[in-house]
């Protein structure tokens, strides 16, 4: 049944119907709506006074929600949730975390509502093969998650879970762990990879004259060309894409959200750049949709 066809049922009930809820009509029409497979994004999302500023960074995450169908619920892999061994956040409602220091208070005040999803967490569970994944109930949404998804989508409604980074896990091994996501784009779930391609705080110009170093410039570009080419492998194996790729990457938990999103990526999709640009001399916002 299309959606022209379930409107039209909807006159035919009796109207003992209406004891359904309207709520339960909207979501079935919506998820009637949906076709295809939702998309995955990668998302530079810099500093943290991005969940509270108005900026063309912030403009190009609400644009690029814009775009898409209202997601049923959002599963994010954030630079800013690294453990031993691999977990996803279990809770009904998880607490807004401020993991950051030297900020304006506006910041710390800032609170994201959203509920979790517990079933979701446990669907994940069940769906990764790679590794054992444990249900967390302590952590909730770190900066990573809540400053882009706060912009994308500010009333808070849609149900999101995180997703941890094993620090003893490979590139390899995560990449790999990715895939075995894919059946929920199906159920209309928007999967996030938050980081930073291009994240060397060591180097940054703090005075924020400097655009983009050298060196940045180029690893940028280079991530970008291999992934317009589907290297994926080349990407997964990134320590030997020379000095740029090292200075960019000096730690790789901003990197790594950036392959769980690739692993997600069908053979017939193609990848798309938006918010392209870099800052403060050694980070890179450029951010990635696969569709």
């Known amino acids: 049944m299309d959606r022209k066809q379930f409107l039209a049922s909807l006159a035919l009930l009796p109207l003992t119907a209406t004891a359904m809820k309207l709520n339960d009509l909207k979501k079935l029409s919506q ?26 960074f912030t403009d190009g995450w609400k644009a690029m929600a814009a775009t898409m169908p209202k997601p049923n619920a959002i599963l994010c892999i954030s630079a800013h949730w690294e453990t031993n061994g691999t977990y996803v956040t279990g809770m009904a409602k998880p ?7 030297g900020f304006p208070q506006q910041l710390y005040d800032v609170q994201y509502p959203a509920p979790g999803s517990p079933e979701l967490a446990k669907e994940v569970q069940g769906d990764i093969t790679e590794t054992s ?8 949404l770190d900066h990573g998650t809540w400053s882009v998804v706060k912009q994308m989508y500010p009333d808070a409604s849609i149900p999101v879970i995180q997703l ?18 894919a059946p929920l784009r199906q159920k209309g779930i928007l999967i996030i990879g938050s980081g930073n391609m291009v994240h060397n705080l060591r180097a940054v110009d703090w005075s924020g004259k400097t655009q983009g170093f050298d060196w940045a410039i180029e690893a940028n570009e280079i991530f970008k060309k291999l992934i317009a080419g589907n290297e994926h492998q080349q990407l997964i194996n990134y320590q030997k894409l020379g000095s740029a790729i090292g200075l960019a990457i000096p730690t790789p938990e901003h990197y790594l959200p950036l392959l769980y999103v ?9 990848a798309t750049f938006f918010n392209d ?15």
């Open 95 to 101: 607490k807004t975390i401020h993991d950051f220091g």
């Open 164 to 181: 941890s980074l094993d620090y003893g896990q490979s590139a390899q091994s995560q990449y790999n762990l990715a895939k075995e996501l």
């Open 31 to 56: 998820s009637m709506e949906r076709t295809g497979t939702m998309p995955v994004l990668f998302i530079g999302h810099g500093s943290p006074m991005n969940g509270i500023e108005h900026n063309e």
């Open 277 to 291: 640009k870099m800052m403060m001399g050694s980070l890179s916002m450029t951010s990635v949709k696969i569709s």
């Open 133 to 140: 994944v444990g249900l967390d109930d302590k952590w909730g």
């Open 262 to 270: 690739l692993g997600l990526k069908n053979g017939d999709e193609t």
